[in-house]
T-cell receptor, first 117, second 112 residues
């Protein structure tokens, strides 16, 4: 079945470091991928929509210069948290779905636990 | 405002028992409703997806129902197992090109 791979699964780094998270669709092409943030015991919060070959669309309140998104190919989107600070610590999840049909399920990566010291 | 409300917020049941989780939504227009299972520290995994014309869909011990008229859905889990302990998230999709709308989830704990 369709699989979305997210890497790394966990990152611990110092404040001020930039962190890149990769999201890959392994057996299908995804013109659109989604990036979410999830706080403990809360639901997923959409941060941005990543569009292959064009600029990402950010949700209100999400700083595009803070969370850089690149979707350079039909199977890879990256989220870079620039100059990360402790308040950026969270669980980041990406999702993607086959391009054909709105009624296809979105497949989620296993998330990246980001901890900024 | 498009919203998805789930109840209960949390639930504890004994292994082997059945349970039903509820989801009410106000999303319009409506394309489909999805139930996901999210284990702690993992990404959500799709259980079922139902369109406007579907009333029920099963996936093993999971059975989802949808009443598009009252905008309600339920997820029934039969003969629960310890591995069913997770967060169950109801997600509604509106028109094409719009973001999915997530419920806050129901945390299910199955104990022996």
């Amino acid at each position: 079945g369709a699989v979305v791979s997210q890497h790394p699964s966990r990152v611990i780094c110092k404040s001020g470091t930039s962190v890149k998270i990769e999201c890959r669709s392994l057996d299908f092409q995804a013109t659109t991928m989604f990036w979410y943030r999830q706080f403990p015991k809360k639901s997923l919060m959409l941060m941005a929509t990543s569009n292959e070959g064009s600029k990402a669309t950010y949700e209100q309140g999400v700083e595009k210069d803070k969370f850089l998104i690149n979707h350079a190919s039909l199977t890879l989107s990256t989220l870079t948290v620039t100059s990360a600070h402790p308040e950026d610590s969270s669980f980041y999840i990406c999702s993607a779905g086959p391009a054909t049909g709105i009624n296809q399920p979105q497949h989620f990566g296993d998330g990246t636990r980001l901890s900024i010291l | 405002k498009n919203q998805v409300e789930q109840s209960p917020q949390s639930l504890i049941i004994l292994e082997g028992k059945n349970c039903t989780l509820q989801c009410n939504y106000t999303v319009s227009p409506f394309s489909n409703l999805r139930w996901y299972k999210q284990d702690t520290g993992r990404g959500p995994v799709s259980l079922t997806i139902m369109t406007f014309s579907e009333n029920t869909k099963s996936n093993g011990r999971y059975t989802a129902t949808l009443d598009a008229d009252t905008k309600q859905s339920s997820l029934h889990i039969t003969a629960s197992q310890l591995s069913d302990s997770a967060s169950y998230i109801c997600v509604v999709s509106g028109e094409a090109g719009t973001a999915l709308i997530f419920g806050k989830g129901t945390t299910l704990s199955v104990s022996s």
